[in-house]
């Protein structure tokens, strides 16, 4: 294990290798396994609970207001999950200080996806294995059921594999905000019903808390079924424009499995990637630092077609530029 920990940062690092695809270190299926003396259904009664509230949505007004802060909580907490707990925490595509890291750690946790930690962690773990018997929620060895949502539920994986962030061990703020994940998402509870009452507290945090869930639950199971495949990569990974606008450019699937460093996952101008535009404006203020991207090689290795028109032309000028003012590689 100890020689896969560095993965998140090469961009072409294989998913896993020859020894690991043996399914004789997997289990055979997936099942509803438990904590001693704890069921299942209890430990995942508050993903069921926040569902079964949806009912709410019938008894309170709908305003203008509480729309927009719908809206608004959607989109601010899926770039916590997209360009924090995903693009900062599982893969380091770019730098902060440690103040700002620690806010994409609570921005992301509002989001009520766990521990920006335990998520790191197992999406690295995703990557190590990705689209094999081992790998935590692939559609392919499992079910789109298991992929999509059945996986986090499932108490196989509650706990954080430390050994998968050992560059993320040491920090105390981290790992506390980690064990008490649920604070994030309890501030912003709380917030949202100060700020427009019961309305705002079912329209801004419980609907938009459920689209969020499914929204990034799509990359684990569709992003693996439906779209184009650009790379050769050793998984199933497909490009999907849809996704990527519900997921603010998470859905360049395939494009991130084959470097997956970058901090854009839309390599060129027409793949809408708004977690990275956001990164951008950051790091404008300097908030943000040294984002990484794909060098001219990494962006024509691997092709399944080969680059024609614009995308060729794009390359080209990517080269160009850097012959002129020369970046750090990734």
């Known amino acids: 294990m100890n020689t896969n920990t560095q993965h998140y940062l090469s961009p072409h690092a294989s998913s896993v290798s020859s020894a690991e695809k043996s399914t004789e270190d997997a289990p055979n299926n997936k099942v509803w396994t438990q904590r001693v003396g704890v069921p299942v259904w209890v430990t995942a009664s508050p993903f069921i609970i926040l569902h079964l509230c949806l009912v ?34 599982a893969h380091r595509s770019y730098k902060t ?22 998520w790191a962690a197992h999406h690295r773990e995703h990557h190590r294995h990705s689209d094999t018997p081992i ?28 050994e998968s962030i050992p560059d993320w061990a040491d920090k105390w703020e ?9 604070v994030p998402g309890v ?17 801004g945090f419980l609907v938009s808390t459920i689209l969020l869930y499914h929204g990034t639950f799509t990359i684990n199971s569709l992003s693996h079924l439906f779209g184009s495949r650009r790379y050769a990569t050793p998984d199933d990974s ?9 997921t603010l450019g998470e859905g ?8 997956q460093s970058s901090a854009n996952q839309g390599f060129f101008w027409y793949e809408i990637d708004i977690s990275y535009n956001i990164l951008r404006a950051f790091s404008w203020f300097g908030l943000v630092w040294e984002l990484r991207k794909p ?5 024509t290795h691997r092709l399944i077609k080969p680059l024609e028109g614009k995308a060729l032309e794009e390359v080209a000028a990517r080269a160009a530029l850097a012959d002129v003012a020369p970046t750090p590689q990734a």
């Open 252 to 259: 360049w699937h395939n494009n991130h499995h084959h470097y």
């Open 135 to 162: 790998d935590p929620h692939s559609p392919h060895e499992t079910s789109f059921w298991w992929s999509h949502m059945g996986w986090i539920l499932s108490n196989e994986h509650t706990s954080t594999p430390w």
């Open 56 to 89: 709410s949505v019938f008894f309170v007004d709908v305003t203008w207001q509480v729309l927009l802060l719908c809206a608004f909580n959607y989109v601010w907490r899926m770039f916590g999950i997209t360009g924090g707990y995903h693009r900062y925490f």
């Open 187 to 203: 501030c912003l509870g709380v917030a949202c019903f100060l700020f427009a009452g019961w309305s705002g507290l079912v329209w």
């Open 295 to 299: 060098n001219e090689k990494a962006l």
């Open 174 to 182: 981290l790992r506390l905000l980690d064990r008490f994940h649920w």
């Open 97 to 118: 200080s440690r103040v700002f890291q620690f806010f994409l750690a609570w921005l992301g946790g509002s989001a009520l996806q766990k521990g920006p930690l335990w």
């Open 238 to 246: 497909r490009n999907n424009f849809f996704l990527a606008i519900l």
